[in-house]
């Protein structure tokens, strides 16, 4: 399986980016997927992630800014991000999760400017 990630850029404080990841390859029936981001010195954290029924569930601090959706027919999630912040600023690495294995994408650097 593999992921690509789009949709990372450089934004204003207050801004919005959308981030694309769409899946290809040998894949059985994804369940779970989800964004996950990684500042400079911190661990990998989760954003927000997915079910295959529509349960969304979100990182306290991104709440009510970010919303995750997912196109199951083109099996790829979706990241809209609004009013961004600075502490928003990381490398944002899509996750997907079949019934064969658990994938990462590449990463795609989003960088919030003040």
């Known amino acids: 399986v593999q992921l690509q990630a789009s949709g990372g850029g450089l934004v204003q404080v207050g801004g919005s980016l959308r981030l694309s990841c769409a899946a290809s390859?040998?894949?059985?029936?994804?369940?779970?997927m989800g964004w996950y981001r990684q500042a400079p010195g911190k661990q990998r954290e989760l954003v927000a992630t997915?079910?295959?029924?529509?349960?969304?569930n979100y990182q306290d601090s991104v709440k009510g800014r970010f919303t995750i959706s997912r196109d199951n027919a083109k099996n790829t999630v979706y990241l809209q991000m609004n009013s961004l912040k600075p502490e928003d600023t990381a490398v944002y690495y899509c996750?997907?999760?079949?019934?064969?294995?658990?994938?990462w994408g590449q990463g795609t650097l989003v960088t919030v400017s003040s």
């Open positions: 997915i079910s295959s029924g529509s349960s969304t």
């Open positions: 996750n997907v999760q079949d019934r064969a294995g658990n994938y």
């Open positions: 390859g040998r894949i059985f029936s994804i369940n779970v």
